[in-house]
């Protein structure tokens, strides 16, 4: 077992860990409600106005942490429990898919970087493996068409690159929510704690799938140099 492929496998194993403890935050802080009894699409909706963005939407989707914003639709979508919910998770949940709009709004770099990645990484995701695997195969005759095994791993690069750019986006959307929760008093003191603690979790996970993306690179490389 290579160095490499150790790693990725202690990655697997964090990352599993991290997902357990972020549900176990998320459902624990479901069952905290806030004096307010501002619902997660209340929360949203009043982020939004505070931030003057009025052309963003706020819908409902089907699923658990299936929360996410779509600039093309320019719509803040909100799972089932966090749109119609008014617990601490809810609203922390809610105040970071705004974030993001507020990002979007705002021209933020990173987000914007991402978002023109997107459609290249729909492609490599899907194919890298496959090219990796081609390249393999045609190397063992054709030794002139190693550049096929290259442009695998370039594919997966491209993926680790989107990973990485993920996490400052990630970050700050989360950066945002809190101080609007904060400025905006929507929670305050152990609730506010409580709303931080969930989307550093939250935050935790894409981090481990960057440091993953990065793992597998590596691996490959590793995998060349041998070759």
């Known amino acids: 077992?290579?160095?490499?492929?150790?790693?990725?496998?202690?990655?697997?194993?964090?990352?599993?860990?991290?997902?357990?403890?972020?549900?176990?935050?998320?459902n624990k802080y479901s069952q905290v409600m806030f004096p307010g009894g501002l619902t997660g699409r209340d929360v949203a909706e009043k982020m939004l106005?505070?931030?003057?963005?009025?052309?963003?939407?706020?819908?409902?989707?089907?699923?658990?942490?299936?929360?996410?914003?779509?600039?093309?639709t320019?719509?803040?979508?909100?799972?089932?429990?966090?749109?119609?919910?008014?617990?601490?998770?809810?609203?922390?949940?809610a105040a970071h898919e705004c974030g993001h709009a507020v990002q979007h709004a705002r021209a933020y770099g990173p987000l914007e970087m991402r978002s023109a990645l997107v459609p290249v990484i729909s492609f490599t995701s899907m194919w890298s493996t496959w090219v990796i695997i081609a390249g393999i195969l045609l190397m063992a005759s054709f030794p002139h068409l190693i550049w096929v095994f290259w442009l695998g791993i370039a594919m997966i690069g491209c993926s680790a690159l989107f990973s990485l750019i993920?996490?400052?986006?990630?970050?700050?959307?989360?950066?945002?929510?809190?101080?609007?929760?904060?400025?905006?008093?929507?929670?305050?003191?152990?609730?506010?704690?409580?709303?931080?603690?969930a989307l550093s979790w939250a935050a935790r996970t894409?981090?481990?799938?960057?440091?993953?993306?990065?793992a597998t690179l590596l691996y490959y490389l590793s995998f060349a140099r041998r070759d």
């Open 1 to 26: 077992m290579t160095p490499e492929f150790l790693l990725i496998i202690i990655i697997g194993v964090v990352g599993l860990i991290v997902q357990m403890r972020l549900k176990s935050v998320f």
């Open 166 to 197: 993920t996490l400052p986006v990630e970050y700050n959307a989360s950066a945002r929510a809190l101080e609007w929760l904060k400025t905006s008093r929507t929670l305050q003191g152990e609730q506010l704690a409580q709303a931080k603690q």
């Open 206 to 214: 894409y981090l481990v799938a960057a440091l993953s993306a990065i």
């Open 74 to 93: 320019k719509t803040v979508n909100l799972s089932e429990p966090v749109y119609n919910s008014n617990s601490v998770a809810a609203a922390a949940v």
């Open 49 to 72: 106005r505070d931030n003057g963005i009025h052309d963003v939407k706020v819908v409902s989707t089907p699923g658990h942490l299936t929360d996410h914003y779509n600039p093309k």
